[in-house]
């Protein structure tokens, strides 16, 4: 999700990691946290179907090859959970 439009007409964007898995082909599920006053957060609990929104793409620069290591060890440090479910 890139930006939107307040209330009083200023751009806001925030980041979002999608956590689709990759064989759901169409759709893009976000993992998002509310707050009570966040300034984003009220307007993505008014979206409606039919609504739209502007999204932007951040290409992958890992690519995980299936098998090549035993183990993965996945550190959440300030980001949070949400991109690593995304990997």
Do not use: C, W
């Amino acid at each position: 999700m890139d930006r939107t439009t307040t209330e009083d007409g200023k751009y806001i964007s925030r980041a979002f990691t999608p956590i689709t898995k990759p064989e759901e082909k169409g759709k893009v599920d976000l993992l998002v946290k509310f707050y009570k006053n966040g300034a984003f957060s009220h307007i993505l609990e008014k979206i409606q179907p039919g609504n739209s929104i502007e999204i932007a793409v951040v290409p992958s620069t890992y690519k995980y090859k299936k098998g090549l290591y035993n183990h993965i060890i996945l550190i959440a440090g300030g980001t949070g959970i949400t991109p690593l479910i995304h990997v």
